[in-house]
């Protein structure tokens, strides 16, 4: 089954964050993920309020948990750590 990888990130510094995002797109790509929604306009309702919401699907949650131990999104993330308050999950869809 398909997963969503979801991010809920608050940018702390944008120089480095902008390494981070520069590099995670390749890693994502090269493991099937696709972004769905990258930063775009949203409403908080509920919980912690994080500017910026990044949704990428996956062909498993699998493949979505093997990019992020890859060695290239562990790469990008060394540059989004001390650049940014961030929560992220995957989840399996019904699709």
């Given at each position: 089954?398909?997963?969503?990888?979801i991010a809920h990130v608050s940018?702390?510094?944008?120089?480095?964050?902008?390494?981070?995002?520069?590099?995670?797109?390749?890693?994502?790509?090269?493991?099937?993920?696709?972004?769905?929604?990258?930063?775009?306009?949203?409403?908080?309702?509920?919980?912690?309020?994080?500017?910026?919401n990044v949704v990428a699907k996956?062909?498993?949650?699998?493949?979505?948990?093997?990019?992020?131990?890859?060695?290239?999104y562990q790469e990008a993330l060394?540059?989004?750590?001390?650049?940014?308050?961030?929560?992220?999950?995957?989840?399996?869809?019904?699709?």
């Open positions: 089954m398909p997963a969503l990888w940018v702390t510094d944008e120089e480095a964050y902008g390494k981070y995002a520069k590099l995670a797109g390749p890693a994502i790509a090269k493991h099937g993920g696709a972004f769905i929604a990258r930063g775009g306009r949203y409403v908080q309702l509920e919980g912690k309020d994080r500017p910026r996956f062909p498993s949650v699998e493949a979505a948990e093997a990019c992020y131990h890859s060695p290239e060394s540059h989004a750590r001390g650049a940014s308050e961030r929560e992220l999950l995957i989840v399996e869809t019904s699709e």
